[in-house]
């Protein structure tokens, strides 16, 4: 059974930056993307950056130019820094993995949130 656990939410002013991590446990298929997502409450998960076992990535709109994913295959642990940060990217910050097997989803996992609130 695969675990993530996040670390690196709080609390920060407008402009400042934060870098969440999440680490995963257990047996991992090799091929697999790694990602965030967010939620505020009351509106629908999304999804906010992604990157696979190869480097890949993707990012919302919203936080291009802003945000950079990265990973660390070794570890099993992806990170997000998040810079320029911005009253709208307050949310419950949420890791996932999601395992692939000829590119289909074949298991995806979630951690148990984090969150960051970004406020004057």
């Known amino acids: 059974q695969v675990q993530l656990v996040e670390s690196g939410g709080g609390s920060v002013q407008p402009g400042g930056s934060l870098r969440l991590s999440c680490a995963a446990s257990?047996?991992?298929?090799?091929?697999?993307?790694m990602g965030w997502y967010r939620q505020i409450p009351g509106e629908q998960r999304e999804v906010v950056a992604s990157i696979t076992s190869r480097g890949s990535t993707n990012y919302a709109d919203s936080v291009k130019g802003r945000f950079t994913i990265s990973r660390d295959n070794a570890k099993n642990t992806v990170y997000l820094q998040m810079n320029s940060l911005k009253p709208e990217d307050t949310a419950v910050y949420y890791c996932?993995?999601?395992?692939?097997?000829?590119?289909?989803?074949?298991?995806?996992?979630w951690g148990q949130g984090t969150q960051v609130t970004v406020s004057s």
């Open positions: 996932n993995v999601k395992e692939l097997y000829t590119g289909a989803t074949i298991s995806d996992y």
């Open positions: 257990g047996n991992i298929r090799s091929d697999n993307v």
